[in-house]
Structure formats: structure tokens, C-alpha cells
């Protein structure tokens, strides 16, 4: 694949909105291609959460070059054929509703028709899921997608870096993302850990 095909971003109705935002503007600050899609529960979720509105972000990114956004119900976009090349998708964050669909084949609108052609395709997913506590079906659900090769990652603070703000355990799990889409081959250097783990 090369370096010019897009990452495909999915934000879908979970709490998180923030982690979706960071997680464009680091891609777009690496000058890698995205095209977003983002669900109608993941605006009303972004509404609640942040003071950017999302109207004011998605100007701000499409004047970026190599962005492009599709609405939800927008079948007809690249992104919902395998013909479409890209490096991957990530959903950020990912509803249990969309962990659910996307591990049953359920493609009933474009995230998850997005979703459901890198595994058909073997390109790398990677959702983050944001829901407690989990649920033996909520569990299921991820690890059929895990068994499928998708990258589960859970938005989990690094509580050994100490971060001071929540700005320090976003900056983390989009750093997690970035290498999960194999992008970056290791976290920069002030986000590992050095010292020695103990499991007693």
C-alpha cells in the first residue's frame, strides 16, 4: 500500500469524542491521508463532550489536504468497496452497538460497512471500545473480532507516565492507535515505559 492511501476513521456513539478528534489530528499532523465517517450518535456524543462543535472541526480539517468526510448513510462512498485502497481503519471510539455489528457482519451503514471490508480484505482494524463494566456478550463480542485480527484496544491510561491531564492519556491511546495501524513502528520516546514491570 502506499503511504498516500488514506486511514479510514469511524467514530461511532460512545463516550470518548475526544480520543476520535485527536486521533485526525495526529494522522493529518503526519501527513497521512483520512476519510471519516462518523455515526449520528457519535455527533450527539461529540455535542455533549466538547466545546468544538463538530461543524467547526470538519472545516478545519477539510481545508488540511488529503481529508475527506462521507456521511453515515453515504453506501455509495469508495470506502465501502475493497476496490478502495487504504492503510486501515480505526473506530474511535467504538459503541458496543458497532463492536456487536461489525462481529456479526451486520454492515447497516457506512462505519461499519468501512469496518467490515478490512477484514474482508485483511487490512488492519483497530476499534476502541468504551463501555463499563463489559458484559459476557460485550466480552464475546470482542473476542470474535480479536480472533478475526482485529486490534481491541481499550482506551486504558498509562498510569506509569503519570499523566498530569486528560490531554496526557489521549495523546497515549492515539499513540496506541498509530502504531496498531503500523504507521509508527514504537510509541515516541515519552510514552514508554523503562523501568522493569513486576506481575506479583
Known amino acids: 500500500m502506499s503511504a498516500e492511501h488514506p486511514v479510514v ?8 469524542a475526544q480520543l476520535g478528534r485527536a486521533t485526525v489530528d495526529r494522522l493529518l499532523s503526519k501527513d497521512v491521508p483520512v476519510v471519516l465517517t462518523v455515526s449520528a450518535a ?5 455535542r455533549q463532550e466538547l466545546d468544538e462543535s463538530f461543524g467547526v472541526a470538519l472545516e478545519r ?4 489536504p488529503g481529508f475527506s468526510y462521507h ?6 462512498a469508495p470506502i465501502a468497496s475493497g476496490t478502495y485502497p487504504t492503510l486501515g481503519m480505526a473506530i474511535v471510539p467504538c459503541s458496543m452497538a458497532t463492536i456487536a455489528a461489525v462481529a456479526h457482519g451486520f454492515a447497516d451503514n457506512l462505519v461499519r460497512r468501512a469496518a467490515d471490508v478490512c477484514i474482508k480484505e485483511r487490512r488492519p482494524l483497530v476499534v476502541v471500545p468504551r463501555e463499563s463494566p463489559l458484559s459476557a456478550i460485550h466480552l464475546e463480542n470482542m473476542a470474535a473480532l480479536a480472533r478475526l485480527g ?15 491531564t486528560v490531554d496526557d492519556v489521549v495523546a497515549f491511546v492515539v499513540g496506541r492507535v498509530v502504531v496498531a495501524l503500523g504507521l509508527d ?3 515516541p520516546e515519552d510514552m514508554r515505559y523503562e523501568g522493569l514491570l513486576t506481575d506479583s
Not at 476513521?9 to 470518548?16: H, L, N, Q, R
Not at 486490534?151 to 498530569?164: D, N, W
Open 71 to 76: 456521511a453515515p448513510g453515504d453506501i455509495q
Open 42 to 46: 457519535a455527533r450527539l456524543v461529540w
Open 185 to 187: 513502528s514504537e510509541m
Open 150 to 164: 482485529v486490534t481491541v484496544l481499550p482506551p486504558e491510561p498509562a498510569f506509569y507516565l503519570r499523566p498530569r
Open 9 to 16: 476513521v469511524g467514530m461511532t456513539g460512545a463516550s470518548g
Open 61 to 64: 480539517w477539510s481545508d488540511m
